[in-house]
């Protein structure tokens, strides 16, 4: 399951919020809001996919917002890297894996800490508040 627009998006719009109560372990579903403390979506946030070549990125800690312009039918996406400082390293490697198919595509799901500088700088104004 994923998302897709209803409309046209521009660059730096909102989209919506990411909604729900602040839980302190992880799950598939959680964003990260600090650095032990998750957002556990009851909203559409809930479906909030990783790309490498994310149409949408996060303002504060749970705004999502448009990159650049979006078109209306195009999936809403982040990159992990913009609200996830670092993995579990219990987390087995598949578990990692990056399947999303862009050209640039990782081939593995990054955090914060491990994104290179040029994608840092890419994603600034764009990353949760709490990793800036």
């Known amino acids: ?3 897709y627009t209803r409309r046209d998006f521009h660059e730096g719009e909102f989209a ?7 839980v302190t372990s992880p799950s598939t579903y959680t ?5 032990d403390l998750y957002l556990d979506p009851k909203n559409e946030g809930k479906y ?8 949408c990125g996060m303002r504060n800690r749970n705004e999502v917002v448009a990159m650049r312009d979006v078109r209306a ?4 996406s982040i990159d992990y890297g913009m609200v996830v400082s670092g993995y ?12 999303c198919r862009s050209r640039n595509c990782r081939g593995e799901l990054g955090s914060w800490e491990t994104l290179p500088d040029g ?5 600034k104004g764009f990353v949760s ?3 800036e």
Do not use: M, W
């Not at 964003?31 to 650095?35: D, G, W």
């Open 1 to 3: 399951k994923t998302l």
């Open 88 to 99: 579990d390293l219990d987390l087995l490697e598949q578990d990692l894996e990056c399947r």
């Open 73 to 76: 039918g195009e999936e809403i």
């Open 119 to 123: 994608l840092k700088e890419r994603y």
């Open 129 to 131: 508040g709490y990793l």
């Open 48 to 55: 909030l996919c990783h790309s490498c070549n994310p149409s």
């Open 31 to 35: 964003v990260p809001v600090a650095s």
């Open 16 to 22: 919506f919020r990411v909604e729900g109560p602040l």
